[in-house]
């Protein structure tokens, strides 16, 4: 158990729809990171924040948006949902390099979304 | 920003021979080069991690080499057995703390 929580696990939806998944990050870690890893692919960096403010974006489409909240756990939205969108998008957090961390990432077991 | 390449796509070798994955990235300033392992079903997990000022890591029958001149690293697996059989990724990581992966290795170890 890495100690990251996403949910939901799972999730089916139809096109145009919006969701949202949450991720709660492990107890002090102040970062936290989405990536999408669609079949058989590799992990997409999406984006990362760091208490609150986000601090990098990546491969992240602007239907998509994100949020980490003060209590620390972080909301990404994904809307007007199209087929490709399906895949599995996984949150990880860590503590930041320079505050005594190693840097390495923990990643939560992942929310799987099949859009049809 | 960072670009990581990884290769092999796929690996199979037969159980108790020697597997070796490499990468390349592209960001001098990347300082911090992890590899993960993903099971079936799960998220990635770290199974063993160098930074830019060690040359070369070992921990048990998993060893990190890295060469900063030619910005690229691998991933050594001795004595292979079929639960080494997984997704790997390397990653690297900047100054700005943002880390990017390749695109996996499958790797398959045959009993």
């Known amino acids: 158990d890495s100690g990251v929580t996403q949910t939901p696990k799972h999730l089916i939806t139809a096109t145009g729809q919006r969701v949202t998944l949450r991720c709660s990050p492990r107890?002090?870690?102040?970062?936290v990171y989405w990536y999408q890893q669609s079949l058989d692919q590799g992990l997409q960096f999406l984006i990362h924040?760091?208490?609150?403010?986000?601090?990098a974006k990546g491969n992240i489409l602007e239907r998509f948006s994100a949020q980490q909240f003060p209590d620390l756990h972080s909301e990404l939205n994904l809307s007007s949902l199209e087929l490709g969108d399906s895949a599995l998008y996984f949150c990880?957090?860590?503590?930041?390099?320079?505050?005594?961390?190693?840097?390495?990432?923990?990643f939560g077991e992942g929310s799987r979304l099949t859009v049809l | 920003g960072e670009n990581v390449e990884q290769h092999p796509s796929t690996l199979s070798v037969q159980e108790g021979d020697s597997a070796v994955i490499k990468c390349t990235y592209s960001?001098?300033?990347?300082?911090?080069f992890p590899w993960y392992k993903q099971e079936l079903g799960k998220g990635p997990q770290l199974i063993i991690d160098?930074?830019?000022?060690?040359g070369e890591k070992k921990d048990q029958r998993i060893a990190v080499t890295l060469n900063k001149t030619a910005k690229h690293f691998s991933l050594h697996i001795t004595e292979t057995q079929p639960e080494d059989s997984a997704v790997y990724f390397c990653?690297?990581?900047?100054?700005?703390?943002?880390?990017?992966f390749g695109a996996g290795t499958r790797l398959t170890v045959k009993p």
């Open positions: 990880a957090s860590s503590v930041m390099v320079g505050t005594g961390g190693t840097g390495e990432l923990f």
């Open positions: 107890s002090g870690d102040l970062s």
């Open positions: 924040y760091y208490n609150g403010e986000e601090r």
């Open positions: 960001d001098s300033a990347s300082n911090y």
């Open positions: 160098i930074r830019s000022n060690v």
């Open positions: 990653a690297a990581k900047g100054n700005n703390n943002d880390m990017r």
